[in-house]
């Protein structure tokens, strides 16, 4: 079997049940098609490795990386479906090492932030509003429809999150005003046309339509090095530095294992602070209070 036989099969029979089938299928059509040609087991480590460098060199190592995960996940899927018997030529292949985001809106930038928001139209500057406040996922947003929102006890149920599982979220009383004065004209509380005369037959808000309004609001701002994402990171961030203790944060931002929220522990000084002041006082005694009027002493000894 060649690749190319192998990649048909695998958009009918997987790829096209992947909540992100569409960059599943530019990935594939991207980095692995040119290979079409070639039987299964004509590739080798080598070339693997070359073909990660080289994407790497040309379109970063993030990319990089994901193209070997894609191509790994290719060559298991024939193993699993007993068409190829050969070895993973992706397996054991090093990724690029890559420095994990930690970019948040920081709290002399806010100020900035929330006056670009509040020059967009209402629906707008509410939906990015609603990801700086809630710490949701672009994606649960934009699926958000009105009978997940229970507005009279401010919950929003979310039916599926990315990790699979159900979350139901708390929403701050700010959110909720602003959530009744939206149209209900539809089932999605953000549809593609919020305010047009087609809004009854609109469906959700496009990524790209998002894009676009993101990188309008951060150019009059000027944080132009922040990303959406950055709006959840945002949340948490805040959370840890005015310390909330990591479940807490956890289960605002549905993570599966404490573990993926341990990277917060950095920020949450506050109880840090206070431990070594306690620690201080006892090793130390108390901080005498000098008064101006009284005459400085000289050093003992």
């Known amino acids: 079997m060649t690749i190319g036989e192998l990649l048909v099969l695998y958009e009918q029979n997987h790829v096209i049940n992947l909540k992100n089938w569409k960059g599943a299928s530019r990935r594939l059509q991207r980095y692995i098609a040119p290979w079409a040609s070639l039987a299964l087991g004509e590739i080798t480590r080598m070339q693997v490795i070359q073909w990660h460098q080289e994407i790497g060199r040309t379109r970063g190592c993030t990319a990089a990386n994901q193209a070997l995960v894609q191509l790994h996940a290719v060559y298991q899927k024939a193993q699993d479906w007993e068409l190829y018997d050969g070895k993973n030529p992706a397996a054991r292949v090093k990724k690029f090492t890559t420095p994990s985001r930690q970019r948040f809106i920081q709290a002399n930038e806010l100020p900035w932030f929330l006056k670009s928001l509040s020059e967009e139209m209402p629906h707008v500057e509410l939906f990015f509003l609603v990801l700086l406040l809630t710490g949701c ?69 496009s990524r790209t339509a998002i894009q676009a309004k993101w990188k309008r609001i951060r150019k009059r701002t000027g944080l132009v090095d922040v990303h959406i994402h950055d709006l ?22 549905n993570h599966r294992s404490l573990s993926s929220t341990q990277v917060y522990a950095r920020l949450s000084v506050a109880p840090v602070r206070l431990a070594l002041d306690d620690q201080a006082e006892r090793m130390l005694g108390p901080v005498p209070v000098v008064r101006v009027s009284e005459q400085v002493q000289e050093w003992p000894g």
């Open 137 to 205: 996922r672009v994606g649960e947003l934009r699926a958000a429809k009105w009978t997940d929102l229970d507005l009279e006890r401010g919950l929003w149920h979310k039916p599926t999150t990315k990790n699979g599982r159900s979350h139901t979220i708390p929403l701050a009383e700010v959110l909720i005003q602003r959530l009744h004065q939206l149209s209900h004209h539809t089932a999605w509380v953000f549809p593609s046309h919020p305010n047009g005369i087609y809004a009854c037959r609109a469906g959700q808000w």
């Open 232 to 253: 959840r990171r945002t949340t948490a961030s805040w959370l840890a530095i005015n310390g909330s203790n990591l479940p807490v944060i956890q289960q605002i931002l």
